[in-house]
């Protein structure tokens, strides 16, 4: 048997970041089946189906602990949550969902009534988005839950979006707004302190209820996707917002070989996102949870400035910058107009 090599001592993953672990782990694999179109590297993998056409497919795994909480996270609310995370990878090539798979490894404290309302709200989601359930499996756990959901879909040559493409001057744009999946995690994460302490306090979520769905039931943005279809439109470069602007800029940077400029005062951040900063503390700003929060499930795309006036007037999309050349930093233009580099948030885990 062929030994494996490790160097002397011990890295810790947090020192390495993400980025640079799948790079270690799997920068030297190379392809070997004419039908791979994409392997590592993407929001999907894509194979060339035998009729010609492109099929998409991603994972994504929640680990109870790590990506939920079941102190305040319903059941339903998880299954639909976990199979819209996976939808929101095939959005971001740009392409349609087709079949998901849904594996789940349970500990002994959940019931079969328990498995019900996860499966429940899994098929909510598979059928507000026309996507079937077509397999997975169970099995055991001993602590907690891991929720796995492949999601299959498919694309055109012609119009499936990567995260290279972005080129020289091209608009930068985003969808929805941000930060507000991390300001519900703020208000929920303060309840769950406070009746920690006290048991007998009832939690006081009125008037967060933007916020909170959010945090505990996005949706991938299908819509955003035939809406730049309706208007004839392919974006030059795609990813999904999963864990802050900040890092969704920096995958397309490196993936495109580019710089970018984003404006601070362009940034969609709704008026519940900025409540909640400012009751959480003077020095939290809406813009840091935006650049940083995670889990909004928005996409960012660039698009060729042709397309300008077919995209200036969608409510839903927001230009909010532009790519410049290759060799230039990501960076944050302030209404100050000085210019601040943009980092992702610190690699803490496996779940980043």
Not at 4 to 24: F, N, P, W
Not at 157 to 169: E, I, K, N, Q, S
Not at 188 to 193: A, G, N, P, Y
Not at 204 to 218: N, W
Request: hydrophobic share 35%; net charge negative.
């Amino acid at each position: 048997m062929e030994q494996l090599e490790y160097q002397e001592g011990r890295t810790e993953i947090s020192h390495m970041g993400k980025v640079a672990l799948i790079d270690r782990l799997t920068g030297d694999m190379e392809s070997r089946n004419a039908s791979t179109v994409q392997g590592i590297g993407d929001d999907c993998a894509v194979m060339r189906a035998a009729d010609g056409r492109l099929t998409l497919v991603n994972t994504q795994t929640l680990v109870e602990g790590v990506n939920f909480d079941m102190m305040y996270t319903p059941l339903k609310h998880l299954g639909y949550k976990a199979v819209a995370v996976a939808l929101s990878n095939i959005a971001a090539m740009n392409g349609t969902p087709r079949q998901v798979l849904v594996s789940v490894a349970v500990s002994n404290r959940y019931s079969v009534e328990a498995m019900d309302e996860l499966y429940a709200g899994v098929r909510l989601c598979c059928d507000r988005y026309d996507v079937d359930l077509v397999g997975g499996e169970t099995g055991t756990s001993r602590a907690g839950m891991v929720l796995t959901v492949t999601a299959v879909g498919e694309a055109d040559d012609d119009t499936v979006t990567y995260r290279r493409g972005a080129a020289l001057h091209d608009l930068v744009c985003c969808s929805g707004d941000l930060g507000s999946a991390y300001a519900g995690l703020l208000i929920l994460e303060r309840e769950k302190v406070t009746y920690q302490a006290n048991p007998k306090f009832q939690p006081d979520l009125d008037g967060y209820d933007y916020v909170l769905e959010r945090f505990l039931k996005p949706e991938p943005r299908m819509d955003i996707v035939k809406l730049l279809r309706s208007k004839g439109v392919v974006p030059t470069s795609m990813t999904d917002i999963s864990k802050g602007l900040a890092d969704s800029v920096l995958h397309l940077c490196r993936a495109s070989r580019c710089g970018c400029e984003v404006y601070e005062e362009h940034l969609p951040i709704d008026y519940q996102t900025s409540r909640v900063c400012s009751e959480m503390s003077k020095n939290m700003l809406p813009v840091s949870c935006a650049l940083n929060g995670g889990e909004d499930y928005e996409l960012l795309f660039t698009v060729s400035q042709k397309d300008y006036d077919k995209i200036k007037n969608l409510q839903e999309i927001h230009i909010i910058g532009h790519v410049t050349e290759q060799g230039m930093p990501a960076v944050m233009v302030t209404p100050q107009n000085t210019t601040i580099t943009l980092r992702a948030q610190a690699f803490q885990g496996l779940d980043e």
